[in-house]
Each structure stands twice: as C-alpha cells, then as structure tokens.
C-alpha cells in the first residue's frame, strides 16, 4: 500500500489532537486527587508525546507527493479548496502545540488555555481532513460518515495515549483511576459506537476489498472496550489489564486506518 504517509499522518496529527483535548479535561479531574507536583510533571510528559507526534505527522506529510511541498500555493485557494484548509489549519495547530510545549517548560506548568485554544484548532484541521476525503473519486468516502469516523479515532486515539502515558500514575495512585474511569469509558464507548455506525454506513463497499482484515478490527476494538469496561467496574487495581486493554485499542484504529486506505492500493 502506497499511502502509509499518509496513514501515519492522519493517526499522528488526529491522536495530537484528541490528545490535546482529553489531557485539558483529565486535569480537571485529575487535580484533586492528584498532587499538583506530580500532576505537573505528567502533564509536561503528555504535552512533549503530543508535541511529538503532530511533528510526525508534518514529517510524513512530506512524504506524500507534493504536499506540504507546494503548500504555499495550496493555501492561496482557501475558499474553494479543503486541501488548502486542511493544510493552514494543520499548520496553526502544530505551531500552536510547539508553542504551548515550549511555554509549559519554561513555566514548569502546563499552559492550560493554549492547549485548549490549540485543541480546538485541531477539531477544525480534523473537520478539514474529512472534507477533504469526502470530495475525493473513491465512492465509500463520499458521505458524512467519513468525518464521523475521523472524529471518533480522534478522541478514540487521544484517549489511548494520554490513559498510556499517565499508566504509571495509575500505579501509584489508585485514587487516578477513579476519579476518570468514567468519562474515559464514556468517551470510548461514544467514539465506538459512532465508528460502529461510520463502518455499517460505508463499510460493506470497504470490507469487501479485505474481510479478514475488517473482521480483525472490530474484534480489537470490541474486545478492548469490553475489557476496559469490565475492569473499571470490577477490578480497577488490575492496572496490567487496563495498559492491554487500550494497547489493543491502539491496534484497533491502526488496523481500522489501513482498511481505510486500501482503495488506494
């Protein structure tokens, strides 16, 4: 499949994004059970992960011939061009996330408002995206199911990789796991049940091209989040389940992007 630049941009820039959102809502939660010192300190550590991989998506990007390359002129066709959006939105965001990381560090404080602000930027780079690949010659994305699909692996994969990051908190502070154990699963199950919706929408035209790889990622993401339900309702302190649990989450959509892409093959 020729398209893996752009697979990894789409998985990058979306899970910086859901990312971004879902770090600015656990620090509500998190604050009062959580010491600041130590909430901090995971909050600089989410901030450089997010950081991080919004650049590789801007990496990948240039991988895909021609974008960002003639971004300049692309951006001229605002108006008209969800490309051009995509691009200028892409870019506000990633600068937006540099600036809030740097801001952060220099603080030793994570700058809450910027993050926020950069989070929303994202959403519209997101909307951008599924404009884009709605307007495209392949029939199966030809609908506003697409960017029901983006958006549900975007807090899908935010999710996952804030939950992997603050792990070790978990481990130490049990008092963490309860005090977002219900949002994340609410979160999740939404996204789920929104992406569940996206596949039955456009998905037989793309499960034909490759059932068992169809079946395989719904089985992942099913699976996972069955078990991240069971064990926040049954057995919290199992935090090894819980790191398995949106590990094969994060397979899930990765599996889920590639069946995406497969017309392009």
Not at 90 to 95: D, L, Q, R
Not at 189 to 203: K, M, P
């Amino acid at each position: 499949m020729h398209s893996w630049p752009l697979l990894i941009f789409t998985l990058a820039i979306q899970a910086a994004v859901g990312g971004s959102l879902i770090l600015f809502l656990y620090n509500a939660w998190l604050k009062k059970t959580v010491a600041e010192n130590t909430l901090e300190k995971y909050n600089l550590r989410s901030l450089i992960v997010l950081t991080a991989l919004a650049l590789l998506g801007l990496a990948c990007s240039f991988f895909d011939l021609g974008y960002p390359l003639n971004a300049p002129n692309a951006i001229r066709n605002i108006g008209t061009s969800w490309l051009s959006r995509e691009i200028l939105l892409t870019c506000i965001f990633i600068v937006l996330m540099a600036l809030a990381l740097v801001m952060s560090l220099k603080a030793k404080k994570l700058t809450q408002s910027l993050l926020g602000v950069a989070g929303l930027i994202g959403l519209a780079a997101v909307f951008a995206m599924g404009g884009l690949y709605s307007n495209t010659i392949f029939e199966p994305w030809h609908n506003v199911n697409t960017l029901i699909g983006f958006y549900g692996s975007t807090f899908i994969l935010g999710t996952v990789v804030i939950n992997l990051i603050l792990f070790p908190l978990y481990n130490t502070n049990k008092g963490s796991i309860e005090a977002v154990k219900l949002p994340t699963l609410l979160i999740i199950l939404t996204a789920f049940i929104l992406q569940f919706t996206f596949i039955t929408a456009i998905g037989f035209s793309l499960t034909s091209l490759n059932p068992a790889i169809s079946l395989m990622r719904w089985l992942c993401s099913a699976f996972a989040a069955l078990l991240l339900t069971y064990i926040y309702f049954k057995d919290t302190k199992n935090s090894g389940l819980i790191f398995a649990s949106f590990c094969i989450m994060l397979v899930g959509e990765i599996i889920g992007r590639y069946l995406f892409y497969l017309p392009l093959s």
